[in-house]
């Protein structure tokens, strides 16, 4: 499936939010997540089905003032 | 001290808010926030970089005992960019706090007051703690203390400059006029800045290159440590009158 994660083209076979970001080896409790704008909660990563051409952004804290 | 710094309701143990970019590496970070005794960290929030997940997860470094998350909306130059990167940090599960952060002058990153304004009333509003990063404005931050913010945190001076307290009238003005705490925020260089804004009646600073940058980062953070209980001290003791002509101090005979 491809998919635009943070900008860039990917094509992953994965069906779930969940294995999007399993398939990165993100430790699930430092990300966050958007698809198409709206974010989706980790509690509801596995149960979100992922569909062809969505923009998914991961995001986690860095270092700032 | 018995004296605390609360806010929201929560009392917090040190008055100084560490920022956590900038430092020469994981290792001094974590003994400059030890030495500081800091219990407020601040963060920024960015996408992941997907080639190398793991090199700027900060939250991997931080070591210790627990610290309350101040996560920043550092890169947004709208009320609307600062809304959603807020909403991030608080869907993190790591805190419902978020320091507003909104410039649009890459050159000075002075803050945009219009958007700070919108953003802090909407995430407020929304059940956030805002502390929004303001410019030293005490009409400006009396409205950001209408506007719900937990507390209002004014720059000394522009963001990384070290040029201390540009205008200390104001700051003086803003901690007088607001019942919220006021936080300093950004400008400052080294302890006697930090002192400084304590003695104009701030409750706490918030600092980040002024440590992460010194030449020492770990022996500066230990300096603002005792640089804050003496501004405060300071304060609560009260300063003499300033006079033109002297006023001996050794009973004349």
């Given at each position: 499936?491809?998919l635009?994660?943070?900008?860039?083209?990917?094509?992953?076979?994965?069906?779930t939010?969940?294995?999007?970001?399993s398939?990165?080896?993100?430790?699930?409790?430092?990300?966050?997540?958007?698809?198409d704008?709206?974010i989706?909660?980790?509690?509801?990563?596995?149960?979100?089905?992922v569909e062809?051409?969505m923009?998914?952004?991961?995001?986690?804290f860095?270092?700032?003032? | 001290?018995?004296?605390?710094?609360?806010?929201a309701?929560?009392?917090?143990?040190?008055?100084?808010?560490?920022?956590?970019?900038?430092?020469p590496?994981?290792?001094?970070?974590?003994?400059?926030?030890?030495a500081?005794?800091a219990?407020?960290?601040t963060?920024?929030?960015?996408?992941?970089?997907?080639?190398e997940?793991?090199?700027?997860?900060?939250?991997?470094?931080?070591?210790?005992?627990?610290?309350?998350?101040?996560?920043?909306t550092?890169?947004a130059t709208?009320?609307?960019?600062?809304?959603r990167?807020a909403r991030?940090?608080?869907?993190?599960?790591?805190?419902?706090?978020i320091?507003v952060?909104?410039s649009?002058?890459?050159?000075?990153?002075?803050?945009?007051?219009?958007?700070?304004?919108?953003a802090?009333?909407?995430l407020?509003?929304?059940?956030?703690?805002?502390?929004?990063?303001?410019s030293d404005?005490?009409?400006?931050?009396?409205?950001l203390?209408e506007?719900?913010?937990a507390?209002?945190?004014?720059?000394?001076?522009?963001i990384?400059t070290?040029?201390?307290?540009?205008?200390?009238?104001n700051?003086?003005?803003?901690t007088?006029?607001?019942?919220?705490?006021?936080?300093?925020?950004?400008?400052?260089g080294?302890?006697?800045?930090?002192?400084?804004?304590?003695?104009?009646?701030?409750?706490?600073?918030?600092?980040n290159?002024?440590?992460?940058k010194?030449?020492?980062p770990v022996?500066?953070?230990?300096?603002?440590?005792?640089?804050i209980?003496?501004?405060r001290?300071?304060?609560?003791?009260?300063?003499?009158?300033?006079?033109?002509?002297a006023?001996?101090?050794?009973?004349i005979?």
């Amino acid at each position: 499936m491809n998919l635009l994660i943070n900008g860039e083209p990917y094509h992953l076979e994965v069906t779930t939010l969940k294995e999007v970001v399993s398939s990165f080896g993100l430790q699930e409790g430092l990300v966050v997540t958007e698809i198409d704008g709206t974010i989706i909660d980790r509690s509801k990563w596995a149960n979100t089905n992922v569909e062809e051409g969505m923009k998914i952004e991961l995001v986690h804290f860095v270092g700032g003032g | 001290m018995g004296d605390k710094l609360t806010i929201a309701g929560i009392q917090l143990s040190s008055r100084l808010f560490l920022g956590t970019g900038r430092y020469p590496n994981p290792y001094i970070q974590n003994q400059a926030i030890e030495a500081s005794e800091a219990e407020v960290l601040t963060f920024a929030i960015r996408r992941v970089n997907l080639n190398e997940p793991g090199e700027d997860a900060i939250l991997q470094h931080i070591e210790g005992k627990s610290f309350r998350y101040l996560p920043n909306t550092s890169g947004a130059t709208t009320a609307e960019e600062a809304i959603r990167i807020a909403r991030l940090a608080k869907a993190s599960g790591l805190s419902d706090w978020i320091k507003v952060e909104i410039s649009n002058n890459e050159k000075t990153l002075m803050p945009d007051p219009i958007e700070t304004l919108k953003a802090t009333e909407v995430l407020a509003n929304e059940g956030f703690i805002v502390l929004p990063y303001t410019s030293d404005d005490p009409g400006l931050c009396y409205k950001l203390q209408e506007a719900g913010a937990a507390a209002v945190m004014p720059g000394g001076s522009p963001i990384g400059t070290g040029l201390g307290i540009l205008n200390p009238y104001n700051i003086e003005m803003i901690t007088e006029q607001l019942t919220v705490p006021v936080i300093v925020d950004a400008g400052l260089g080294n302890a006697s800045d930090v002192t400084k804004a304590m003695e104009l009646g701030a409750e706490g600073v918030l600092l980040n290159t002024a440590i992460a940058k010194a030449r020492n980062p770990v022996k500066m953070a230990e300096a603002v440590k005792y640089a804050i209980y003496a501004g405060r001290l300071s304060y609560l003791a009260g300063r003499i009158p300033k006079k033109k002509y002297a006023t001996a101090s050794s009973p004349i005979l």
